[in-house]
């Protein structure tokens, strides 16, 4: 199903020269500091909030110059560096480190005032690059480039450049007449601002449930206690922030409690005035799409994916939802008489079906009762500094890396709980780039596990990443520990730095270097599977008092469990992909009402679960209100492809072989958006990829 199309290409390899930064209290530098000439990320990091909008109008003043020169040039005079070479690394994109260091704090500083000025330096480049895409005299240079000798004579990346280019300015609506190019224009900067209101609500919620201990019976004596007489005598409080809201979900034997967390979350009160945000985002998005000729934005989107077509998505979904309907059905099944015999057991009413806070509370029941999975004791054997420890180790042996974490005192960051490590290859000794680990939650802090790039390599600096996360931070009594969940999570965020550090080529400096949004969730996704394999399992495993490994039978329960519910779990992940294209494709619902309407029809369709009355996930389904849009069905298009990856090679060759480590990172890391990526796929696994082994993994298929 897997639709072939030449995708953009990636990067070239960068070094930084030796530098530390110095701060006094402004601007930071990035030159080198006396002393040590450790290799720091090149990023200057501003230190207030006027330093930020002071850098952020620097990058927009420099941005416009840029494209007044490139425009300045006569059309018979027009050269690759004139013209093109001014567009492959524009001020305000992620070549340039000073667009991190303005706009990334948003999302991690513990100043409000410092998150608010990064939040509008955020948007002003996100304008601004629409700005630059609108520039008809910038593309009338480009497109009399394209017919000289001289783009005849061009590498193939340059010359694959100036088409893209062409193209990306052709999707701006430069073909457009003027009245409609300043109309776009304006759509897009809306639907913008949108998003970014969006975000903001979900970042800045200060929701808090206060519960009696009696309330979160089934919850762990040291989650109660963590918890209690926080803010009101005799109550637990919690907030929306997962290390609260999973536990719950998962554990607590109250049902009231479990739905109070779930409306607290979906239900109307939430997130401020997201579904109705939900619903200008997709009408502006609609609009954006017909002024562009497309018949929907999810057609606009795919077109440039690995899929190709919102048609073939939706083959795509339909196909993988009649194959998953039959063994959902047993799942929910099988959940459905544990509940029943639950409540008989506690003496509780039976209402003869699962409710939305039934789901994860029984599926955790189930692995518990009838596979030995115990969630909560497992846990001890996974604390936080053994996990990262390990995984960096791991990941380190695969690949062929050398991850030297950085001496506090020789490098900046938002928070003192932020680590940064230097990426070598371990062969070469050659400087790859850096990393930061924010892994707890705070006020203001991105609420999710999610990777940022922050820095794209370029010649003279390597590549920058941060991965946010909100695992559980350490308690007085105990360390940090993870929930098996978590540790996969970790996992699977590393691998994204992975991706974006070990991608190679001329075209990663530039800023059409892009890997399609349905395969960048491939290589994080093969990698979860490293964390249900006995070998890598008896590494990470380490009790946090006696240093015991996990028992050997409670890993063997682990490991098949694995796919327990997992058929009833794609179901869901069906739904949430097919909750996006029907937003975004050809008949959008136009308003909140109708998008409740959408949601109480399509989640019982697919999922077997009622909607609850008034509640939306919408209202905090943040990937449809930013770079997923339209595009959430790749996560299960990478599923297949991951499942592939690992079963073709790995399986086969061995998880901590270093030759299928190698021929991963070089054959299907280092290409990133090159060429056609079905190929690279083809090349890894020696032969076309198919989705046989996803279905069969998940008893789909038997």
Not at 70 to 82: K, M, Q, R, Y
Not at 216 to 221: F, K, M, P, R
Request: aromatic residues 10%; proline residues 5%; glycine residues 6%.
């Amino acid at each position: 199903f897997f639709v072939n199309i030449s995708r953009r290409t990636t990067a070239f390899w960068g070094r930084t020269s030796a530098a530390r930064p110095s701060y006094d209290g402004s601007m930071a530098a990035t030159a080198e500091a006396a002393g040590g000439g450790v290799d720091v990320p090149p990023i200057p990091w501003p230190l207030t909030p006027s330093e930020i909008r002071e850098t952020a109008s620097g990058i927009l003043d420099d941005t416009r110059a840029n494209l007044d020169a490139i425009a300045a040039v006569p059309l018979a005079d027009v050269s690759f560096e004139n013209t093109v070479a001014r567009l492959m690394r524009p001020p305000n994109y992620k070549t340039n480190p000073r667009v991190a260091s303005v706009k990334f704090l948003q999302h991690c500083s513990t100043e409000p005032a410092v998150r608010e000025a990064a939040s509008w330096a955020g948007k002003e480049l996100s304008k601004s690059r629409v700005a630059g895409r609108m520039r008809r005299d910038v593309y009338e240079r480009v497109k009399a480039f394209s017919r000289t000798a001289e783009c005849d004579s061009l590498g193939e990346y340059e010359k694959h450049f100036v088409k893209a280019a062409l193209e990306d300015f052709e999707r701006a609506g430069l073909a457009l007449s003027d009245e409609d190019g300043a109309r776009l224009q304006q759509l897009l900067e809306e639907d913008s601002a949108v998003c970014s209101e969006y975000g903001k609500n979900l970042g800045s919620d200060e929701t808090k449930l206060f519960f009696a201990p009696k309330d979160l019976a089934g919850c762990t004596e040291d989650f109660i206690k963590d918890r209690l007489n926080k803010d009101e005598e005799g109550k637990c409080t919690v907030t929306l922030k997962y290390p609260d809201i999973i536990p719950i979900g998962q554990t607590c034997e109250v049902a009231e409690t479990r739905r109070i967390v779930v409306e607290a979350r979906e239900g109307p009160n939430a997130y401020k005035d997201n579904l109705e945000l939900v619903a200008r985002g997709t009408r502006l998005r609609k609009q954006i799409a017909t002024l562009l000729g497309y018949p929907s934005w999810a057609e606009y989107i795919c077109t440039k994916r690995m899929s190709g077509s919102y048609r073939a998505v939706d083959d795509f979904l339909t196909d993988l939802q009649d194959k998953a309907e039959i063994a959902g059905k047993e799942d929910y099944d099988t959940l459905l008489r544990l509940k029943e015999e639950h409540c008989k057991e506690s003496g509780t009413d039976f209402d003869g079906r699962l409710n939305a806070w039934d789901t994860a509370f029984y599926g955790n029941m189930l692995l518990k009762t009838k596979y030995g999975v115990d969630s909560e004791r497992i846990k001890e054997y996974f604390p936080l500094d053994h996990v990262v420890e390990t995984t960096l180790a791991i990941y380190q042996e695969l690949l062929g890396l050398t991850f030297d974490e950085l001496p506090k005192d020789t490098y900046w960051s938002w928070h003192e709980e932020v680590r940064c490590f230097r990426v070598k290859d371990t062969a070469s000794a050659d400087l790859i780039g850096h990393f930061y680990l924010d892994l707890h939650p705070r006020q203001g802090k991105y609420g999710h596990a999610a990777i940022f790039h922050l820095v794209k390599r370029n010649i003279n600096q390597g590549a920058v990443d941060c991965m946010l996360c909100n695992l559980p931070p350490s308690t007085e009594e105990k360390p940090s520990l993870l929930r098996h969940q978590n540790v996969v999570t970790f996992f699977h965020e590393f691998g994204h730095v992975m991706h974006a550090l070990c991608a190679e080529g001329i075209g990663n400096m530039t800023r059409l270097a892009k890997c399609p949004r349905d395969f960048v969730e491939a290589p994080s996704q093969m990698l979860e599977n490293w964390c249900w394999q006995k070998v890598v399992l008896e590494r990470l495993a380490k009790h946090y008092q006696t240093g015991a490994s996990l028992p050997d039978e409670v890993l063997q329960s682990m490991i098949r469990a694995k796919y327990v519910n997992v058929a009833f779990g794609t179901l869901r992940q069906i739904y949430l992909s097919r909750l996006d294209m029907e937003i975004h494709g050809p008949s959008p619902p136009e308003s909140a009402e109708e998008l409740q309407q959408l949601v109480n029809e399509l989640r019982p369709s697919i999922t077997l679960v009622q909607n609850p009355p008034g509640n939306n996930m919408l209202r905090t389904f943040g990937h449809l209100m930013n770079q997923y849009s339209a595009s959430y069905y790749g996560y299960m298009w990478a599923e297949v492809l991951s499942a592939d990856m690992f079963a073709g090679r790995f399986e086969t060759e061995g998880v901590m072989n270093a030759k299928p480590g190698m021929d991963y990172r070089k054959m299907v890391l280092a290409p990133g958006g090159t060429h056609n990526i079905s190929d690279h796929l083809a090349r890894f696994l020696g032969r076309n990829p198919n989705n046989e082994a996803f279905l069969r993994s998940r008893g789909i298929l038997k």
